[in-house]
Each structure stands twice: as C-alpha cells, then as structure tokens.
C-alpha cells in the first residue's frame, strides 16, 4: 500500500506565492512520474504539472512561467511552487503518483487533496 500526503495549501493573496509538497511512502520500489491536478469549484480535475523520473517536465498553459514543480527523489516528495497567484488558481490540488511496487505492479496513486484559495 502507498499513501501520498500532501501540505501547503492555505488562503493567500493574489500575486502572493505558495509552496506545495507530497510525499509519498509505503511499499515502493520506484516512482515513474509524480505530478499535481487541480479542481476548481463546479469544475472538473485537470492536470497541473508533471515531472517523469529522468524526464522533461510538462505544464499546463495556464500556468507556465507562474508554476514550478520539481521532485526530490530520495524523499519520494514532489513540490509545486506557485507564483503570482490568481483568482483562478483556487481549487483543491492533488498530487500523484506512477508507484511501482515491489511486486513489480505500476499503479497511480493519489493524495487527500489540499485547498489553495485565491482572495482579491
């Protein structure tokens, strides 16, 4: 079993700035790809960022050059750096993560979700 718990969410300001981290643990023998969704109120989840183990990282559009991800493998954590925050980047973020097991078995995991709210 592989839990993925997330922190860093909060209430900021638009412009301000916000760090977000997942750690993964459990029975884990490699991590492919990590990465992070948001679903903003009434929307539906759409991917974030993506950083494959040893890849080229892939962003959405709507927040490149605001949004950095990154990942620190010997941690099996993966954090999200988020500048100039906008109203449209409130919703609830959750991280995954492409686990192998060690039977060998590949299976996304997800985290519980943490609220970033974007204010005026």
């Known amino acids: 079993q592989v839990q993925l718990v997330e922190s860093g969410g909060g209430l900021v300001q638009a412009g301000g700035s916000l760090r977000l981290s997942c750690q993964a643990s459990?029975?884990?023998?490699?991590?492919?790809?990590m990465g992070w969704h948001r679903q903003a109120p009434g929307g539906q989840r759409e991917l974030v960022a993506v950083?494959?183990?040893?890849?080229?990282?892939i962003y959405a559009d709507s927040v490149k050059g605001r949004f950095t991800i990154s990942r620190d493998n010997a941690k099996a954590t993966v954090y999200l750096q988020i500048n100039s925050l906008k109203l449209e980047d409130t919703g609830v973020y959750y991280c995954?993560?492409?686990?192998?097991?060690?039977?060998?078995?590949?299976?996304?995991?997800w985290g519980q979700g943490t609220q970033v709210t974007v204010s005026p």
């Open positions: 995954y993560a492409q686990v192998t097991s060690g039977t060998m078995s590949s299976e996304a995991y």
């Open positions: 459990g029975e884990i023998f490699g991590i492919n790809a």
């Open positions: 950083v494959p183990d040893g890849g080229s990282t």
